[in-house]
């Protein structure tokens, strides 16, 4: 996969990331967030169950106590008031009674207490207390009660009354005794396991019960003797929620979705062609080879032309076909023009100084002709290389004389410089003839469309041959492009073509490899005088190293 494939997957997955966490992230939030204030109101209710009970067993422990203090006798007048009283400040009692060998004796109401059938008694507790479960009173055939019975004295409790005030549709709850598990009474959905006597039966806690869907708070009052269960069905928390998801996650995706298409906005903004030329601008993406420019007639390498090259990925190098059109349009050939001319000093100053009648030959975009800095910065590169710089060469192509009116006077100066002036790919363009008139031409190069067609009988054929002419009728120098075989060679160096280039005599090359070129003149190319094809290896179009 392409770097850029892979950095625009990369943005995508994470605008995807960004704009669904914070949905899920904060949904995952809220759910925890509502169990933990679930937990809370249950254990609030806990509490208050527990306050009742509570209050019972105080007073059960206080009747004894105040009643031993006083010295009267437990069912005396003044006993049974006190008795009456205790009643009346215990929340969940029905009756104080006051009972030897498991009988009552007398009570705080009616004598009717005194039939009271108490059933089996628990054994003492830690408290002293002991607990009977299921006591009954005549006649009242559908209601069990408790008896909690210290040192003769006890209450009677309606253990149904003990969580009455508590009953909630949503709310499971149950009394119960850690040290055996059992239920003294519960409502609704209570299950049995919750008050088993497990290893944790001495601990209150909180859990989960995910098989039976319900938050559970198990709660085991001071003492250890008593435990209180309540419990929801988790189902009231996930109905919140999704009525909480109901606006949230559309929102939430929406949000999402915003994130995601700025990331993507943002992705493409980084990946604009525009911002890639910039980027390799300002990283030295670029590089520049030389192809040879040969006399055709004595085979000799006079000179070379600058082309420019993009090293896009590590392995892909970019022609200027796929570049300096996009580079046009945004407004960014200047910059590349000036980091070619920069270049160009970098390779090939010292070169040039040995060599000051070598031509190097530069391309110039459309705007650059219309640029009043171009003539400057040519200048300043001719300066920065030092006397004896070569022979520059600045070619321009027909294209872009037709859009710029103003080329004119850049060219002037130009020239004016000592820079010699081609036109480039002559004869691709229109009203090619108006424009060896108007402007101060040295070169004209013949385009490699008319190269191809040169020894043929094509009519483009004639055409090149009518170009010349006219070119030799004006003075100018000519050059072929595009030259591949010996006999297109021949061809043009027989119609008076002094200068050639073409992967014949070489492709486009590093400037070390020029520099090994010309050093061997190794006279790729024999003009057809001498017979001869062209021999030794031909530097292959590659980057430097
Ligand atoms: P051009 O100025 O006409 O350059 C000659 C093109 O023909 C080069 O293509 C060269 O590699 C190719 N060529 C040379 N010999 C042969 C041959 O024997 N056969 C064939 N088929 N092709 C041959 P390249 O390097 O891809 O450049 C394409 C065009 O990009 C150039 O056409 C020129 O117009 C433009 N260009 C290159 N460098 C620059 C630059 O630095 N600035 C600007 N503005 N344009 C540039
Ligand atoms: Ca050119
Ligand atoms: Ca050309």
């Known amino acids: 996969?392409?770097?850029?494939?892979?950095?625009?997957?990369?943005?995508?997955?994470?605008?995807?990331?960004?704009?669904?966490?914070?949905?899920?992230?904060?949904?995952?939030?809220?759910?925890?967030?509502?169990?933990?204030?679930?937990?809370?109101?249950?254990?609030?209710?806990?509490?208050?169950?527990?306050?009742?009970?509570?209050?019972a067993l105080v007073m059960l422990t206080r009747m004894h106590t105040e009643m031993s203090a006083r010295g009267e006798a437990a069912c005396s007048p003044a006993g049974i008031r006190h008795l009456q009283r205790v009643a009346a400040r215990t929340q969940i009692s029905i009756a104080a009674l006051y009972m030897e060998d498991h009988r009552v004796v007398c009570s705080s109401s009616d004598p009717l207490m005194q039939q009271l059938v108490l059933g089996h008694a628990s054994p003492k507790r830690a408290d002293g207390i002991r607990v009977y479960s299921d006591a009954r009173l005549p006649g009242v055939h559908d209601r069990s009660y408790a008896v909690l019975e210290k040192e003769g004295y006890a209450l009677l409790v309606y253990p149904e009354?003990?969580?009455?005030?508590?009953?909630?549709?949503?709310?499971?709850?149950?009394?119960?005794?850690?040290?055996?598990?059992?239920?003294?009474?519960?409502?609704g959905s209570v299950l049995d396991h919750w008050a088993s006597s497990a290893s944790t039966a001495r601990a209150s806690s909180r859990f989960l019960d995910a098989d039976a869907g319900y938050l559970v708070v198990r709660h085991i009052m001071q003492g250890g003797d008593d435990g209180v269960i309540v419990a929801t069905p988790i189902a009231t928390i996930d109905a919140r929620m999704a009525r909480f998801?109901?606006?949230?996650?559309?929102?939430?995706?929406?949000?999402?979705?915003?994130?995601?298409?700025?990331?993507?906005?943002?992705?493409?903004?980084?990946?604009?062609?525009?911002?890639?030329?910039?980027?390799?601008?300002?990283?030295?993406?670029?590089?520049?080879?030389?192809?040879?420019?040969?006399?055709?007639?004595?085979?000799?390498c006079i000179g070379a032309e600058a082309l420019l090259r993009w090293q896009y990925e590590e392995a892909t190098v970019?022609?200027?076909?796929?570049?300096?059109?996009?580079?046009?349009?945004?407004?960014?050939?200047?910059?590349i023009t000036r980091q070619v001319l920069q270049l160009v000093e970098k390779d090939m100053s010292s070169f040039l100084r040995r060599m000051p009648t070598f031509r190097l030959a530069v391309n110039l975009a459309a705007s650059d002709l219309q640029s009043e800095q171009t003539p400057g910065l040519l200048g300043e590169m001719l300066q920065n290389i030092g006397p004896g710089c070569g022979q520059f060469v600045v070619e321009a192509t027909e294209r872009a004389l037709l859009e710029e009116t103003s080329a004119l006077s850049v060219l002037n100066a130009i020239r004016a410089l000592g820079i010699e002036l081609a036109i480039d790919d002559f004869g691709t363009g229109y009203s090619s003839l108006a424009y060896l008139a108007t402007y101060p031409f040295d070169i004209l190069k013949v385009d490699k469309s008319f190269t191809s067609t040169a020894c043929t009988q094509a009519v483009t054929s004639?055409?090149?041959?009518?170009?010349?002419?006219?070119?030799?009728?004006?003075?100018?120098?000519?050059?072929?492009?595009?030259?591949?075989?010996?006999?297109?060679?021949?061809?043009?160096r027989s119609r008076g073509v002094l200068y050639g280039q073409g992967y014949l005599f070489g492709r486009p090359m590093s400037a070390e490899a020029l520099f090994q070129f010309v050093a061997a003149d190794t006279r790729a190319y024999q003009p057809a005088l001498h017979g001869q094809l062209p021999r030794g290896p031909v530097p292959s179009d590659t980057p430097p190293h």
């Open 1 to 55: 996969m392409k770097r850029r494939h892979v950095i625009a997957a990369i943005f995508l997955l994470a605008g995807l990331l960004l704009g669904c966490l914070p949905v899920f992230y904060a949904l995952h939030q809220a759910r925890q967030q509502a169990i933990g204030d679930k937990y809370r109101e249950l254990d609030d209710v806990a509490q208050g169950l527990d306050r009742r009970v509570r209050n």
């Open 245 to 300: 998801g109901r606006w949230f996650i559309p929102a939430g995706i929406v949000i999402g979705l915003s994130v995601l298409a700025s990331v993507l906005l943002l992705s493409r903004h980084q990946l604009s062609p525009r911002n890639q030329l910039l980027r390799a601008l300002g990283k030295g993406h670029f590089f520049l080879l030389y192809q040879p420019l040969i006399d055709l007639h004595d085979g000799r």
């Open 318 to 335: 970019l022609l200027p076909d796929r570049f300096i059109p996009i580079a046009e349009e945004s407004g960014l050939i200047q910059q």
């Open 161 to 187: 009354g003990v969580i009455a005030p508590f009953v909630r549709a949503d709310l499971s709850l149950g009394l119960f005794t850690p040290r055996n598990g059992l239920y003294s009474v519960r409502n």
């Open 462 to 492: 004639q055409v090149a041959e009518h170009i010349l002419d006219l070119a030799h009728t004006l003075g100018m120098q000519t050059l072929a492009e595009g030259i591949e075989t010996t006999e297109q060679a021949d061809f043009f």
